[in-house]
């Protein structure tokens, strides 16, 4: 198989905006496969919807193991312009991906993604059986830092406080991760 530069984006809101805008600033001049709850997207071309998905995945929404889409779609023979473009993986992540994967393990001898992106943990997800607290769904969502490859990319919001922990994690530490925080806040600087 071919190196596939694999982009994994978690967290509790954003996920789909982000992929997206990741997808567009990338442009045409990489073979694409976009992964998010409005569905699946090959070079910008729907070619599964988020209903085909629960229907063909038993009840899987896309972003539950997003990484599955992978092989079939990137790695099968496609036009002769595309064998040579650098291929990109782009997948959002929901809570599931913490108990079944994400999926990039069936395409990658390590498991491992290059660049993890963390936007934000809240209280939406909250069932009070298996996620009890916010706390929970960051250890839930803990595989965007704990599956990156070593030497990976790892990207989090610094204006939530379980995000901004997240860049202090001994792991990526451990992996040499390439660390950049990201905040919408405005800092006073002086000159």
Do not use: W
């Amino acid at each position: 198989m071919s190196k596939i530069t694999t982009f994994v984006v978690t967290g509790t809101k954003g996920k789909t905006s982000v992929v997206t805008l990741i997808n567009h600033f990338l442009g045409p001049n990489y073979h694409k496969l976009l992964v998010s709850s409005e569905g699946v997207f090959l070079n910008s071309r729907k070619i599964a919807s988020y209903q085909d998905s629960l229907i063909n995945f038993s009840g899987r929404s896309p972003n539950v193991r997003p990484g599955r889409y992978v092989v079939y779609n990137l790695f099968r023979k496609t036009r002769i312009s595309l064998v040579d473009q650098p291929k990109i993986a782009i997948l959002e992540s929901s809570l599931g991906c913490g108990k079944r994967g994400t999926g990039v393990e069936e395409y990658t001898e390590d498991g491992f993604h290059d660049i993890g992106i963390f936007t934000n943990v809240y209280s939406d997800h909250l069932n009070y059986s298996t996620l009890c607290s916010q706390q929970d769904i960051y250890q839930a969502k803990s595989f965007v830092f704990t599956k990156l490859k070593p030497m990976g990319k790892y990207i989090a919001s610094l204006d939530n406080s379980f995000t901004y922990q997240s860049l202090q994690e001994p792991v990526l530490l451990n992996k040499q991760a390439i660390k950049v925080g990201i905040s919408q806040l405005k800092t006073n600087q002086t000159n």
